[in-house]
């Protein structure tokens, strides 16, 4: 069924429309079997349900046009005429569904003949470079037996030529020894224990400095610190004759109640005093008031 674009347009709506496009003739050669599976799926359900429209159209226009089969002019045609298109889009579908399911079952035949016959000649190939080893394996070992059996002979011959020899003196083991001995070189591992544990130790305290000497030396440096800091300093005596003030503190009641003052408005102590950004938002009410 030969149908244009334009005219599928107007029969179809915006899915169905999507099936008409995979199923030309240049989309066709690019889908895979899985996806074509799923546009044939698609397009029978399309094609089923303009099916039903169509039957429940005839059935209800039936007193109206007076017809048995419900058609009369151009009653029911576009519906009609969607059913054959959406038969045609599911014919190509499934026709190219079955092509491709050939094409890729033999193409999975071919690749394990291709397999199989990789497999049988590697098999093949293994069995010939082990016959030559197994034979050159069998011709070592004969010649191996044959010259451990010559060297057995030769070792008989001359044993039984040489005269008996007089046996050498036993050597004297451990055992044989004094106690005496035993204990003289445990007295010697244990000197050389104790001076190993000596020079270890010196050596460790020679390198650095043990934890109750950088504790004295730390108090020492404090008590320093506390009694330079204690002394009087020079610019203490400008002003005064000479004579340095017994203590530090406000040079003046008023100069301590000024301080005091200063330090309640940052804290903020009196709520009667507001705060920042109420008098702020106050200064600039003048300022806009004095601008108008």
Known sequence: MAVTRAKATS?????????????????????????????????????????DLEKRQRLASRSTTGSKSGRSGQANARTGEKVELLADILKRLEAQHRETAKAEKAAARDKAKTAKSAAASGKT????????????????????????????????????????????????????????????????????????ATTKKSAAESAGISPKRALANTRKLLAQQEAKAAQPKPWDGLG????????????????????????????????????????DRKNQGKRDHRSK
């Open 11 to 51: 029969l179809l709506n915006a899915t169905e429309m999507g099936l008409y496009d995979d199923s030309r003739a240049n989309a066709l050669r690019g889908h895979s079997e899985t996806k074509l599976a799923r546009l044939v799926t698609r397009a029978r359900t399309a094609r089923d349900r303009a099916r």
């Open 125 to 196: 190939k293994a069995a010939t470079a082990a016959k030559p080893a197994s034979g050159k394996k069998a011709t070592t070992k004969t010649s191996a037996a044959r010259t451990k059996a010559g060297a057995g002979k030769a070792a008989a011959a001359s044993t039984t030529s040489k005269t008996p020899s007089k046996k050498a003196p036993a050597k004297r083991t451990s055992s044989s020894a004094a106690p005496g001995v035993k204990g003289k070189a445990a007295t010697k591992r244990a000197s050389k224990t104790a001076t190993k």
């Open 240 to 279: 005064n004759e000479g004579t340095a003030q017994s203590a530090p503190g406000f040079q003046s009641p008023k100069a301590r109640a000024r301080v005091l003052e200063l330090h309640a408005g940052e804290t903020r102590q009196a709520p009667i005093h507001g705060s920042i950004s109420t008098r």
